[in-house]
């Protein structure tokens, strides 16, 4: 099994940083992606950003957060991390962080982001 903590979750005002991390740990193998979505009510959860991790690593990162928002990971503490700035009220939302190996997503527990305006 393979446990995903996620934590920096908060309230913010608009204009404001947040950093989000998440630590994996259990039963790990070479991750195939690891990043973070996020999902409000009556909503899909949606890509945030996301490392693909292959031959070569690339990122992925939405429309809605380039230039905001920056993915980085620590593979020795199996740690990922989301550095949010110049947060919006419409970056309010419920986090989650994803770690894909051997072709199986596993998910975080989730953690709120609110920025008030």
């Known amino acids: 099994q393979v446990q995903l903590v996620e934590s920096g979750g908060g309230l913010v005002q608009a204009g404001g940083s947040l950093r989000l991390s998440c630590t994996a740990s259990?039963?790990?193998?070479?991750?195939?992606?690891m990043g973070w979505y996020r999902q409000t009510p009556g909503k899909e959860r949606e890509l945030v950003a996301q490392?693909?991790?292959?031959?070569?690593?690339?990122?992925n990162y939405a429309d809605a957060v380039k230039g905001r928002f920056t993915i980085s990971r620590d593979n020795y503490k199996n740690t990922v991390y989301l550095q949010m700035s110049r947060l919006k009220p419409e970056d309010t939302a419920v986090y989650y962080c994803?770690?894909?190996?051997?072709?199986?997503?596993?998910w975080g527990q989730g953690t709120q982001v609110t920025v008030s305006s």
């Open positions: 994803l770690r894909r190996q051997r072709g199986e997503n596993y």
């Open positions: 259990g039963i790990l193998f070479t991750a195939t992606a």
């Open positions: 490392f693909s991790i292959g031959g070569a690593t690339t990122i």
